[in-house]
């Protein structure tokens, strides 16, 4: 069976979890993890991605993700594979780090948000690297420490969770602290990890009991919710496939949105795939990265291979675009 797509938007929640090759290590040390934090920190800050839970375990990771200017898929892309090749060259070992790809939940805010953080944050202790939560606030590969405020992780996006338990930080902490606590006797929580409808109903019960109700719900194996929030982002997915679909079945390639670009901005076709700072061509390759990526679905690593430029790069002339055509009230179709 092929593999199914990701599924993203902006704004997505998701719930990142990746694992070494047969089960290995993929972090052998604490040096392994500070590089692995120092990549992660820098790829945030360049995609604008939020981060709200995280937690580092010696053969594999969590990481409670919301998708910003950049696809999650270009994002973990940059992570795996830059990590990858660091740690091939500093063991002086080749071939795969992580087991087949990673996986990537889609997730629903209003249920789920909370029962990550803890679920994600709990990992150390189930996984017998700390011995319980008073250990797990110290610990630097965990963001736990970082909300209560032991570790300091400025891409972290703390505050976020701890605006959730009161507006006074040290009571929130506490709120938070004892949240986290209720968790530790659930153990793995495969309904957050599962598949399909087994994981948004909340286990095999949840499933007999909807099932006994004759309540059937749509599920998918790459979302976390319940049949309502599967239908709204399948049919978002659906929606932009079938308008990539569209566009390319007008005969819609990169050089047709340059030349859309050309006539939007009165510039020379050759001078949007132009090189250097000036403003006009700085701003027609923004507008063809933006029309190219969000709207006809071209991948933005084929991109920056097109252009000559860097994938952060890319990223960046995407969002500087999206300013450019709404500012001006360009369209890709002139209609």
């Known amino acids: 069976m092929p593999r199914q797509s990701r599924i993203d938007t902006p704004g997505a929640l998701h719930h990142i979890m990746a694992r ?33 839970a995280w937690a580092l375990i010696p053969n594999h990771f969590h990481l409670l993700l919301r998708t910003g200017t950049t696809p999650i898929t270009t994002v973990m892309r940059r992570l795996l594979t830059g990590y ?23 997730c629903q805010e209003d249920k ?29 590969y965990c963001g736990h420490s970082v909300v209560m405020g032991k570790v300091k992780h400025e891409w972290q996006a703390s505050n976020a969770v701890l605006v959730m338990f009161g507006e006074k930080l040290s009571s929130a902490r506490r709120v938070y602290k004892t949240f986290v606590k209720n968790g530790i006797t659930e153990g793995k929580r495969y ?11 909340g286990g095999w019960e949840g499933v007999k009991a909807l099932r ?30 079938k308008k990539e679909y569209a566009l390319r079945s ?3 390639d990169l050089n047709s949105v340059a030349a859309r670009v050309s ?6 076709v050759k001078d949007v795939w132009g090189k250097g700072k000036y403003k006009r061509i700085v701003e027609a390759r923004s507008l063809l ?3 190219a990526v969000r709207e006809l679905g071209v991948s933005m690593s084929s991109l920056a291979k097109k252009l000559g430029i860097s994938i952060p790069s890319v990223s960046n002339s995407v969002t500087r675009g999206k300013m450019i055509a709404e500012k001006n009230g360009f369209n890709l179709l002139k209609y």
């Open 112 to 140: 789920y948000f909370l029962e990550l953080v803890r679920y994600i944050h709990l990992n150390p202790i189930r996984a017998g690297l700390v011995k319980d939560l008073d250990i797990l606030g110290s610990y630097r």
């Open 263 to 268: 006539e939007a901005l009165d510039i020379k």
């Open 20 to 52: 070494g090759i047969e089960g290995g290590n993929i972090f052998r040390n604490d040096d392994d993890k500070e590089h692995f934090l120092e990549r992660l920190e820098k790829i945030l800050k360049e995609t604008e991605t939020s981060c709200y």
């Open 191 to 201: 309904d957050l990890t599962g598949g399909g409808l087994l994981r948004s109903a």
């Open 212 to 241: 006994d109700e004759k309540v059937y719900q749509r599920n998918d194996e790459r979302i976390l919710g319940d049949g309502d929030f599967v239908s709204r982002i399948l049919s978002s997915a659906e929606d932009k496939m």
């Open 289 to 291: 990265c933006y029309w």
């Open 84 to 106: 990858a090749q660091w740690y091939n060259r500093r063991y002086r070992r080749q071939g795969h780090l992580f087991q087949n790809r990673y996986k990537s939940i889609l």
């Open 250 to 252: 007008l005969g819609m």
